[in-house]
């Protein structure tokens, strides 16, 4: 199996990298993009990025894309985490990109593929107060009302919600004996009348957030897909939405490695470069062996995505957020560890690698939620 990549994504991963370094490359830059590191996504450098065509990776030509694969996309959202570009809206943006394009109609895909690949932001909505792993037992309602649908509920750590186009609000259209059944993915304007939308501070900044919907009114065609169909639709995306997380947090971790290897190499103690001390050493030989596992592992899953994007991959999928997230989590806390106290310092940025790392391995499928589904496909 040939892991190489073309010159071709060579020369793009090159050509992000060198953007990054010039756009975001320094912390005075990166504090300013941020607000003072409150926000996770800048409008600017976002908007900056369709311009070069690179929001659109995913998206057919038609609507404004470049019709690429899923292992472009990886590259990415690796070489931009790498970099620390603020674009924490483009995670969601892809997930709701890849419903859209499989179950979206004509006018719909027109329209938010369209805005995507211009520099809009998408963002889903699954999680409740009473229903986070167990997605099934959702409440918030839509109910049929004048050939259209009226959203009532509550809807937390919806990410992105308030900088987005639009909010992808998976509610219950039909209520029946099997939880599974009679859900629906509905698109609501981030402006609708109805829907009230509160961020929520965190660990990381502002980037999630509860969502209120009181009598919010959608018409029939902002449904995505089938009426009662939306488990299914999800179960779609979900192998997709892990394998987007897992890229994310790859080019975290390799981040997190590169400050501390160059860290080690220039602090001294003891009369020479901590670096020298086999003690620490091995960890970085074994955080390096282990990166690049990740890195294989989450090509390769791209590669199999792209090989049938229909395809259902519960195992692969949980496999590499699985892998990749909890590697992430080691790499960024093994280098806090080696920076001591500079790397609990917010002069640093490990830091702040540390906080993103620690919330990966609970977004999208916990760590056990993600082993739960590997032990199924093992049939135990």
Same mark, same amino acid.
């Given at each position: ?13 090159? =050509? ?5 370094? %010039?756009?975001? $490359?320094? =912390? ?16 600017? +450098? ?5 311009? +070069? ?13 470049? !019709? ?28 709701? =990109?890849? /419903?859209?394009? %499989?179950? $979206? ?38 109910? %049929? ?15 992105? /919600?308030?900088?987005? !186009? ?18 629906? @993915? ?16 965190? @660990? ?6 509860? +969502? ?5 009114? /959608? ?42 290897? #160059? ?15 086999? #003690? ?31 395809? @259902?991959?519960? %195992?692969?999928? *949980? ?8 590697? #992430? ?5 093994? $280098? ?9 310092? *917010? ?34």
């Amino acid at each position: 199996m040939d892991f190489s990549l073309s010159d071709e994504q060579q020369d793009f991963v090159a =050509a992000i990298r060198d953007f990054c370094q %010039r756009e975001c $490359g320094t =912390a005075e830059q990166r504090e300013k993009l941020t607000n003072g590191y409150t926000e996770a996504h800048s409008k600017e +450098l976002y908007v900056r990025m369709a311009e +070069l065509g690179w929001l659109g990776l995913t998206i057919p030509e038609r609507h404004g894309g470049s !019709d690429g694969t899923m292992l472009d996309a990886c590259l990415f959202m690796e070489e931009t985490s790498r970099g620390l570009a603020p674009i924490g809206g483009y995670a969601t943006t892809l997930i709701v =990109a890849g /419903a859209t394009r %499989r179950f $979206g109609t004509e006018e719909q895909k027109s329209d938010v593929l369209g805005g995507i690949a211009s520099g809009s932001v998408e963002a889903i909505a699954m999680t409740e107060p009473e229903a986070g792993s167990d997605v099934g037992s959702l409440t918030t309602e839509a109910k %049929r009302v004048n050939g259209g649908f009226v959203l009532n509920g509550q809807k937390v750590f919806c990410s992105n /919600a308030h900088i987005s !186009d639009h909010v992808l609000v998976v509610a219950r259209t039909t209520k029946g004996e099997d939880k599974h059944q009679g859900l629906s @993915m509905i698109f609501v304007p981030r402006d609708a009348e109805g829907m009230e939308i509160q961020p929520i501070d965190t @660990m990381g900044g502002r980037e999630t957030n509860h +969502l209120y919907f009181s009598d919010c009114e /959608a018409p029939a065609d902002a449904v995505l897909g089938e009426v009662d169909a939306g488990w299914m639709q999800l179960m779609a995306g979900l192998n997709v939405e892990r394998l987007i997380l897992a890229a994310t947090m790859l080019g975290i971790a390799q981040r997190a490695f590169d400050d501390v290897l #160059a860290y080690v190499k220039e602090r001294r103690q003891f009369g020479r470069p901590i670096g020298s001390f086999q #003690a620490l050493q091995h960890r970085l030989a074994d955080l390096a062996t282990e990166l690049e596992a990740a890195r294989l592992m989450t090509w390769w899953v791209a590669s199999l995505t792209d090989e049938d994007p229909d395809r @259902m991959l519960p %195992r692969e999928a *949980s496999m590499v957020k699985l892998h990749v997230t909890e590697i #992430a989590k080691k790499v960024a806390l093994g $280098g806090m560890q080696m920076m001591g106290g500079y790397g609990y310092s *917010s002069e640093y940025d490990m830091e702040r690698l540390v906080r993103q790392t620690l919330v990966s391995t609970i977004y999208g499928g916990t760590s056990e939620i993600q082993r739960n589904i590997i032990a199924k496909t093992l049939g135990l």
